[in-house]
C-alpha cells in the first residue's frame, strides 16, 4: 500500500476508513476545527487517478457540511475533478461516510506535459480554507519483471538456469540499485557481469543498472543442486519506479532437486477371461534418484488377485538409486467388466501413486 497521508492533523491513517487499502489515497481529516488550515501538495499519476477522501476521525459522533469546493486547473481541463456534481452546493459527511473524490490527467492533456490544479474546500469545522495542490508528474520510469513458472526437476549435482528480465516499460530511465532476496542457499543471480549470492537477505549491487525507457536487461537466476530437497527464493528488485520505492517488485522461484514421478495411469485394456497382460511403469534414472523401498497395492476387495507384481522384482527391493527401473505389472481379469487398483511407489515418506485399469470380457 502506498498512501499520501495529507491530513489536518497529520494522522497516519484512518482507523476503520476502508480506502486505506487503496494505491495513491490523500485521507484529509476535518475533525479538529482547531486545525483550521492546511496546504497539502500531491503529484498525481499521468497513468491512473488519485482518489481523494475527506473524512471525519473514526469514533466521531461529528458530522461536518463542505459549503464550498471548488477546482481550477492550469491548463484548463488538464487536471480533472469528479464527481463534477460536488463542485455545486453544500456536502455534510458524517464519521464513517467519507467524502470520495478523484483528480486524473484528461485524455486529452498529453502524459508530458505539465499541469497544475488547486482544490479548496471551504469547511464548517475548519477556521480557514483547505487547499490541496496537484502537478501532474512527469515521464517515470516503470518496472516489469518477466521470469519464468513453474517448478523444474533437477539432479544432484546439476546447475539449472532460467532467465530473469528486467524491463523498463516507463518513459524515463530507470535505476535498479539492489536485490532483496529470501532463498535457500545455492542461488545466485548473474546480472552483467556481477553474481550476486542471494544467501544475504539484501545485496547492493556493485554497479547500478540503468536501464533506459523501452529497453530491458537479462538476468540468470542459477541454482546448484547440492542435496535432495526443495530449494526456494523470494526475488524483491529495488529500484526508482515510483510505483516501488516503498514494497519493490517480487518474484518467487522453487526448484525441486530429485523429483519422483507424478501421479499417472495405467490402463490394460480388454483382457479375455483366463488370459493376462502385463505393462510396466517406467521409472527414469532421474526419478528413480531416491531409494525405492516399497511396492504397495490398494485394490478393491473383489480384484485382490486381479493386478500381481513381478515377484523377482519385490525381492530386489530396495531398488537401487539413480538407476532405470521398470516395475511390471500383470492384469488377470477375475470376471468380467472393470477392475481398478493404485499401485504405490514408495520412498521413506515420498510416494506416488500409479491408477491401474482393465477389462475382463
Do not use: W
Not at 113 to 129: C, F, I, Q
Not at 194 to 211: E, K, R, W, Y
Not at 216 to 236: F, G, H, I, Q
Not at 241 to 250: K, Q, V
Amino acid at each position: 500500500m502506498r498512501a499520501l497521508l495529507l491530513s489536518l492533523s497529520l494522522l497516519a491513517c484512518l482507523p476503520s476508513c476502508e480506502v486505506c487499502e487503496c494505491d495513491d489515497v490523500v485521507l484529509v481529516d476535518v475533525t479538529d476545527g482547531v486545525h483550521g488550515s492546511a496546504v497539502s501538495h500531491v503529484v498525481v499519476p499521468s497513468d491512473r487517478p488519485t482518489s481523494l477522501v475527506v473524512a471525519l476521525r473514526a469514533g466521531s459522533d461529528l458530522s461536518a457540511t463542505i459549503r464550498a469546493l471548488t477546482f481550477v486547473s492550469e491548463p484548463k481541463g488538464a487536471l480533472e475533478l469528479t464527481p463534477t456534481a460536488l463542485l455545486s452546493g453544500t456536502t455534510t459527511i458524517m464519521a464513517g461516510e467519507p467524502l470520495r473524490l478523484q483528480v486524473a490527467r484528461s485524455p486529452s492533456h498529453s502524459a508530458g506535459v505539465p499541469a497544475h490544479a488547486t482544490l479548496t474546500l471551504e469547511v464548517d469545522r475548519a477556521r480557514s480554507p483547505i487547499v490541496v495542490t496537484f502537478d501532474l508528474a512527469g515521464p517515470a520510469p516503470r518496472l516489469a519483471v518477466e521470469s519464468s513458472t513453474g517448478e523444474p526437476c533437477v539432479d544432484v549435482g546439476e546447475i539449472y538456469e532460467t532467465p530473469v528480465t528486467l524491463h523498463n516499460v516507463g518513459e524515463a530511465p530507470l535505476t535498479v540499485d539492489r536485490i532483496e532476496a529470501e532463498s535457500s542457499p545455492g542461488f545466485t543471480l548473474r546480472v552483467g557481469s556481477q553474481a550476486i549470492d542471494l544467501g544475504s537477505f539484501q545485496s547492493s549491487l556493485d554497479t547500478p543498472l540503468v536501464i533506459a525507457a523501452g529497453a530491458s536487461v537479462d538476468a540468470t537466476l542459477v541454482y546448484s543442486a547440492a542435496e535432495v530437497r526443495p530449494a526456494r527464493v523470494s526475488l524483491r528488485v529495488r529500484s526508482d519506479d515510483p510505483d516501488d520505492l516503498a514494497e519493490g517488485r517480487e518474484r518467487g522461484f522453487a526448484v525441486n532437486v530429485a523429483c519422483f514421478p507424478d501421479a499417472s495411469t495405467l490402463d490394460f485394456g480388454v483382457v479375455p477371461l483366463g488370459g493376462e497382460k502385463t505393462a510396466t511403469v517406467q521409472l527414469s534414472p532421474r526419478q528413480s534418484f531416491f531409494l525405492l523401498d516399497q511396492l504397495a497395492f490398494s485394490v478393491p476387495p473383489g480384484d485382490a488377485l486381479a493386478f500381481t507384481i513381478d515377484p523377482t522384482l519385490l525381492a530386489q527391493l530396495p531398488l537401487v538409486a539413480r538407476a532405470s527401473v521398470a516395475v511390471a505389472v500383470t492384469f488377470r481379469p477375475l470376471h468380467s467388466g472393470v477392475s481398478h487398483a493404485e499401485l504405490e511407489l514408495r520412498s521413506g515418506e515420498v510416494s506416488t501413486m500409479t491408477g491401474l485399469s482393465g477389462s475382463g470380457e
